[in-house]
Nanobody, 122 residues
Framework: QVQLVESGGGLVQAGGSLRLSCAAS????????MGWYRQAPGGQRELVAT???????NYADSVKSRFTISRDYSKNTVYLQMNSLKPEDAAVYYC????????????????WGQGTQVTVSS
């Protein structure tokens, strides 16, 4: 099992920056990819950025060139550096960790944190 705790959210003005952190604990050696997702009020949870165990990153088009995902393996922590924030970036940001299926199972295991609120004022 993996536990995830997000931190770093808050209130910023448009154009400002925030750095989110997600600390993982538990069976962290089994974690493959990690990522950040967000959910605005009344909306669905959407992908923001992911980083695979080999370091390959992927970003949503809406945040590409503004956000950067990184991973510190020694601290079992994934980060999301958010620059040039826009009001439409406001949401609850969730961290996830993906583990491979157990032997003889095809069900991928995904763990989620509780989320951290990001508010962007105009």
């Amino acid at each position: 099992q993996v536990q995830l705790v997000e931190s770093g959210g808050g209130l910023v003005q448009a154009g400002g920056s925030l750095r989110l952190s997600c600390a993982a604990s538990g069976s962290t050696r089994s974690v493959n990819a990690m990522g950040w997702y967000r959910q605005a009020p009344g909306g669905q949870r959407e992908l923001v950025a992911t980083i695979a165990s080999g370091g390959t990153t992927n970003y949503a088009d809406s945040v590409k060139s503004r956000f950067t995902i990184s991973r510190d393996y020694s601290k079992n922590t994934v980060y999301l550096q958010m620059n040039s924030l826009k009001p439409e970036d406001a949401a609850v940001y969730y961290c996830d960790a993906e583990l491979p299926p157990r032997p003889f199972s095809s069900v991928k295991r995904v763990y989620w944190g509780q989320g951290t609120q990001v508010t962007v004022s105009s």
